[in-house]
């Protein structure tokens, strides 16, 4: 496709559940992103990913989030053992390089019960 | 740390008038990167604006425009010929520009919420 896309649309899971979100970047954009926006919070980066390795992951709330990028092109977010705060729109964005505009994909709506 | 501060949570505006978002931030970088993103009920940030720190000159695009008061730190952008399509979320977001930092990571406002009246 021609943009960033992202998958599942929506998500609703029970507390202590483990969730995958998916990222599928613009062809070609070697730099890829996560941000979280909640309503408390407001919008917060996450992670970056820059080919498949990750130089910045200082944004991840616990180490019950972790994120991978395999073949440079799909990431992975993975949330472990959700709890209710976790519950947020997750937003993934990529660009052509690290200081390229970032586009942004449509998100995750994430709803933890 | 960088902070962007937008203290408008909701603005109105009717149809076919101008209207002025406001945007403050705190860096104590020189150069840098100021953007304005549209979030519509899609959910999709999409890019409206951007200027670079070390440009004097206002960035324009169409019917959108930026105040860029670089000693003030001030970023507004005012949207001319509202219309009914404008409506959406609006967040002010800061990059830094110096090589080697954290200058992919974008740092954003609050937003304020647009509402267009016919």
């Known amino acids: 496709g021609a943009g960033v896309s992202q998958s599942p649309s929506n998500k609703v899971t029970e507390k202590g559940k483990d969730v995958e979100l998916r990222c599928d970047p613009i062809?070609?954009?070697?730099?890829l992103y996560w941000y979280r926006q909640s309503l408390g919070q407001g919008l917060e980066f996450l992670i970056y990913?820059?080919?498949?390795?990750?130089?910045?992951k200082s944004g991840l709330p616990s180490d019950r989030f972790s994120a991978e990028r395999t073949g440079g092109s799909v990431s992975t977010l993975t949330i472990q053992r959700t709890q209710q705060e976790d519950s947020a729109v997750y937003l993934c964005?990529?660009?052509?390089?690290?200081?390229?505009?970032?586009?942004f994909g449509d998100g995750t709506r994430l709803s933890i019960l | 740390a960088q902070t962007v501060t937008q203290s408008q949570p909701e603005m109105s505006v009717q149809e076919a008038e101008t209207v002025t978002l406001s945007c403050t931030y705190d860096?104590?970088?020189?150069?840098?990167?100021l953007f304005w993103y549209k979030q519509p009920p899609s959910r999709q940030m999409i890019l409206v604006i951007r200027?670079?720190?070390?440009?004097?000159q206002n960035a324009t695009e169409n019917r959108f425009s930026v105040n860029f008061q670089k000693a003030a730190k001030s970023f507004s952008l005012k949207i001319s010929d509202s219309q009914l399509g404008d409506a959406a979320m609006y967040f002010c977001?800061?990059?830094?520009?110096?090589?080697?930092?954290?200058?992919?990571?974008?740092?954003f406002g609050k937003g304020t919420l647009l509402t267009v009246n016919p």
């Open positions: 964005a990529s660009s052509l390089g690290r200081t390229a505009a970032q586009h």
């Open positions: 062809s070609g954009h070697t730099a």
């Open positions: 990913f820059q080919g498949n390795s990750a130089p910045d």
């Open positions: 860096t104590s970088e020189s150069d840098y990167y």
């Open positions: 200027q670079e720190a070390y440009k004097q």
């Open positions: 977001a800061y990059r830094s520009a110096s090589s080697g930092g954290s200058n992919y990571k974008l740092t």
